[in-house]
T-cell receptor
Framework: TQLLEQSPQFLSIQEGENLTVYCNSSSVFSSLQWYRQEPGEGPVLLVTVVTGGEVKKLKRLTFQFGDARKDSSLHITAAQPGDTGLYLCAANTGGFKTIFGAGTRLFVKA | SQTIHQWPATLVQPVGSPLSLECTVEGTSNPNLYWYRQAAGRGLQLLFYSVGIGQISSEVPQNLSASRPQDRQFILSSKKLLLSDSGFYLC??????????????FGEGSWLTVV
């Protein structure tokens, strides 16, 4: 069974702090996505990474795909209260199915 | 651009009653379609996926069923709801080819409370 393990499960930080969220697996994936979800809404795509070692930046968010395409990280610089939400990683093995991690719930205090 | 819409957004149903959640995708053709369920604040469990009209694959045995009567329409149903069917249901789609990295796009979600 392919699993995506996210850590930490929960993170509460002060505005302005930096943080990193991890997504790990023993499987190799053809692509990996990061989503952000707010309560009562569907997940919204942040980024898709497809190449081992790839680094993508989205304003204060930096995403990295591991060289072996088994893991990924999301780093947020100078977190803001608007960054609060559930961050989900998802991965596809090349077929129709995409698997999801359990998520990291981030709370940024003003 | 492509859009996905599902409804209703919220519903409260008694145990034993039927269920019908509907999802439509606009702006694309031949999409793969998915139904997920999410426990409160947690990850997503794939329930059904469809690669074409009338083609449904079930991932977990359960009290629910899915149908795809049209290319861009996906319906989640139940004949008799159980308390354990309560949850947040998400419809999603992605392209048939892998040009987008198999990225999945989600609808707004439907909160179901079975009482």
């Amino acid at each position: 069974t392919q699993l995506l393990e996210q850590s930490p499960q929960f993170l509460s930080i002060q505005e302005g702090e930096n943080l990193t969220v991890y997504c790990n697996s023993s499987s190799v994936f053809s692509s990996l996505q990061w989503y952000r979800q707010e309560p009562g809404e569907g997940p919204v795509l942040l980024v898709t990474v497809v190449t081992g070692g790839e680094v993508k930046k989205l304003k204060r968010l930096t995403f990295q795909f591991g060289d072996a395409r088994k893991d990924s990280s999301l780093h947020i610089t100078a977190a803001q209260p608007g960054d609060t939400g559930l961050y989900l990683c998802a991965a596809n093995t090349g077929g129709f199915k995409t698997i999801f991690g359990a998520g990291t719930r981030l709370f940024v205090k003003a | 651009s492509q859009t996905i819409h599902q409804w209703p957004a919220t519903l409260v149903q008694p145990v034993g009653s039927p269920l019908s959640l509907e999802c439509t995708v606009e702006g694309t053709s031949n999409p793969n379609l998915y139904w997920y369920r999410q426990a409160a604040g947690r990850g997503l469990q794939l329930l059904f996926y469809s690669v074409g009209i009338g083609q449904i694959s079930s991932e977990v045995p359960q009290n629910l069923s899915a149908s795809r009567p049209q290319d861009r329409q996906f319906i989640l149903s139940s004949k008799k709801l159980l308390l354990s069917d309560s949850g947040f249901y998400l419809c999603a789609w992605n392209r048939r080819d892998s040009s987008s990295g198999n990225t999945i796009y989600f609808g707004e979600g439907s909160w179901l409370t079975v009482v």
